[in-house]
């Protein structure tokens, strides 16, 4: 995951555990695909922000992916 370019963006979690938080999510000791309610490829971006920030579909979490 390190070394991809990706930026994180937290709430209410504390910066300082973000490094061990992705660690145990990449060696899968953390699930978090029932977490992400939607997927949007980047070309949608505007969109998957207006879902999330209207609460629309019943959105909890969304990711946006490479496709």
Avoid: Q
């Avoid at 370019?5 to 695909?33: H, M, P, Q, R, S």
């Amino acid at each position: 995951m390190y070394g991809k370019n990706l930026i994180f963006k937290t709430g209410g979690v504390d910066g300082c555990d973000c490094a061990e938080i992705l660690t145990l999510i990449e060696k899968g000791n953390i699930n978090t695909t029932p977490l992400i309610t939607h997927r949007f490829p980047l070309s949608e971006i505007e969109a998957a922000y207006h879902m999330f920030e209207n609460k629309l579909d019943g959105v909890m979490k969304v990711a946006i992916i490479d496709k």
